[in-house]
Each structure stands twice: as C-alpha cells, then as structure tokens.
C-alpha cells in the first residue's frame, strides 16, 4: 500500500523559510516520479516542483529561485526547501507521486497517481 506523508508545514512571516518533507513507503518500483503540488480553498491544485528517478527537475514559476525539490532515496523522502516566502504562497502542500517517471511543464510528473493528505503553510506580512 502507497502511502506519502507529509510534515513541515507552519506559519512564519514573509522572508522566511521552512523545509518540507515527504515520507514514501509502499513503493515496489523504484522509478517513480515525485512533485509538490499547492492548493488554496477554492481553486484547483497547481504543481510546484518535480522531480524524476534520474533527478531531472521542473519548477512552476511561482517558486522559480526560491524552491528547491530535492530527495534522499536512503530515506525514501521528498523534500522542498522554501526560501524567502511570500503571503501568497499561503496554501495547503501536497506531494504526489506518479508511476510514469517523467517531470513535466510547471512542475509536475506526467502522471501523478498518489496523493498525500497536505500540510499547511501560512506566510504572515
């Protein structure tokens, strides 16, 4: 059974930093892609950053210099280091996961068939 766990979120005022992380387990294929997706009540979930088994990456704009995907494969955990954050990247963060191992345009893998249950980031002025 698929299962990714995400944990990091927070609050912190705009200029800070946090770290998420993502635990995977479940995985009987090592070629998987992974990606951070964000969500506001309302709107649709729109990819952040991916990244592929052969640690190609894609970001969408609105993290570009400021997000960075990375992954410890001993750990089997994502992570997406967020610097100097903003008010508006206030929104629940989700990673996924998707058997087709390729990262595309803004963000996301090509497919992304499992989700985790989200953590919250909040960025005050």
């Not at 090592?30 to 640690?55: L, N, T, Y």
Request: glycine share 12%; hydrophobic share 30%.
């Amino acid at each position: 059974q698929v299962q990714l766990v995400e944990s990091g979120g927070g609050s912190v005022q705009a200029g800070g930093s946090l770290r998420l992380s993502c635990a995977a387990s479940g995985f009987t294929y090592s070629r998987i892609c992974m990606a951070w997706f964000r969500q506001a009540p309302g709107k649709e979930r729109e990819g952040v950053a991916s990244i592929d088994s052969d640690s190609n990456l894609d970001y969408a704009d609105s993290g570009k210099g400021r997000f960075t995907i990375s992954k410890d494969k001993a750990k089997n955990t994502l992570y997406l280091q967020m610097s100097n954050l903003k008010p508006e990247d206030t929104d629940m963060y989700y990673c996924a996961a998707g058997n087709t191992d390729v990262v595309v345009a803004g963000g996301r893998c090509y497919s992304n068939d499992y989700w985790g249950q989200g953590t919250q980031v909040t960025v005050s002025p």
